[in-house]
């Protein structure tokens, strides 16, 4: 069956770097666009990276963009997302996402989620 499997979460200081991993398996990894999401108490959950099926483009909202990279390994079936200057305001739990649009902005499979606290 279709499995994500997110992991690396933790707790970090402000100006801190965290790198979260996701496990794919049970569907075509590399014909599959991947997104890390994620949802803090009383918010809805947002985006904040894509990857194209081929790794050859990404996408960033302007809060994380220049602090967050996303990228996959597709003959590991990993995503990666490198998060560098951590603020409180990023604490949330972090989702992997799966979906076979690089455009598509509802449906596919979604991990368990990894909390991420940025605190001193």
Do not use: H
């Not at 959950?45 to 597709?74: C, H, L, Q, W």
């Not at 604490?91 to 499979?109: D, L």
């Amino acid at each position: 069956q279709v499995q994500l499997v997110e992991s690396g979460g933790g707790l970090v200081q402000p100006g801190g770097s965290l790198r979260l991993s996701c496990a794919a398996s049970g569907f075509d990894f590399g014909s599959y666009a991947m997104s890390w999401y994620r949802q803090a108490p009383g918010k809805e959950r947002e985006s904040v990276a894509r990857v194209r099926s081929d790794g050859g483009s990404t996408m960033y909202p302007s809060s994380v963009k220049g602090r967050f990279t996303i990228s996959r390994d597709n003959d590991k079936n990993m995503v990666y997302l490198q998060m560098n200057s951590l603020k409180p305001e990023d604490t949330a739990v972090y989702y992997c996402n799966a979906r076979p649009g690089y455009f598509s902005e509802s449906g596919g499979y979604w991990g368990q989620g990894t909390q991420v606290t940025v605190s001193s």
